[in-house]
């Protein structure tokens, strides 16, 4: 596509459910990343695949939090058992040499947790 | 210590001046920088990258110093479009991951 995808835009959840963040990054880019933000704080790294395989998954807060990316396109962000603390805007971004130029971020998808 | 650090501002200036933002960060062996814009409740977006010679891009320059492990990014002539915060952006080497500060925001007023 024309631009990094991001669904749903907007997603307001009870604490404890079950959600998943969908990301579609540009096509041919192969390095995808995970990234979320904080009202007045910048994004911080979550997880970056390379391909299929998640390169780097240090960001990751806890296990209820895992990505996947089954065929090296899109991205789904899973977190299991929601927190208050987890919301934020989950961004995501492509790029098309793993980390050595700028990154293109999709408009991200805002998380509230109730 | 934090891997990039930014004054967090805001910086109110009217139309027309000349604003500078720093940013230090702390792994040396960083190789790649940029500095990125985010509007209000928009996703950041790539401004320029940041060059060990300088580089310049219209009303903007951005300069790197490798032995202070400081970056900044100068602005001309500020336009009312300029507000906005500022993201300085540092790669960690062998990881192939940008670390983001927290942001400088401007403010221009007429």
């Known amino acids: 596509g024309a631009g990094v995808s991001q669904t749903p835009s907007n997603k307001v959840t009870e604490k404890g459910k079950y959600v998943e963040l969908r990301c579609d990054p540009i096509?041919?880019?192969?390095?995808l990343y995970w990234y979320r933000q904080s009202l007045g704080q910048g994004p911080e790294f979550l997880i970056y695949?390379?391909?299929?395989?998640?390169?780097?998954d240090s960001g990751l807060p806890n296990d209820r939090f895992f990505a996947v990316r089954p065929e090296g396109s899109v991205s789904t962000l899973k977190i299991q058992r929601t927190e208050r603390g987890d919301s934020a805007v989950y961004l995501c971004?492509?790029?098309?040499?793993?980390?050595?130029?700028?990154?293109?971020f999709g408009s991200g998808t805002r998380l509230t947790v109730v | 210590r934090k891997e990039v650090e930014q004054d967090p501002g805001p910086f109110n200036v009217p139309e027309g001046a000349t604003v500078a933002f720093n940013c230090t960060y702390s792994?040396?062996?960083?190789?790649?920088f940029f500095w990125y814009r985010q509007d209000c409740r928009k996703e950041p977006k790539l401004l320029m990258s940041?060059?060990?010679s300088g580089n310049e891009d219209g009303r903007f320059t951005a300069q790197l110093n490798r032995a202070s492990q400081y970056i900044s990014l100068l602005i001309r002539d500020s336009k009312l479009s300029d507000s906005a915060t500022y993201l300085c952006?540092?790669?960690?080497?062998?990881?192939?991951?940008?670390?983001f500060g927290a942001g400088t925001r401007l403010a221009v007023h007429p």
């Open positions: 971004a492509s790029s098309n040499n793993a980390g050595g130029g700028g990154y293109t």
């Open positions: 096509s041919g880019h192969t390095a």
């Open positions: 695949f390379q391909g299929t395989g998640a390169a780097d």
């Open positions: 792994n040396s062996a960083s190789q790649s």
């Open positions: 940041v060059y060990s």
């Open positions: 952006v540092v790669n960690i080497p062998l990881h192939n991951k940008l670390i």
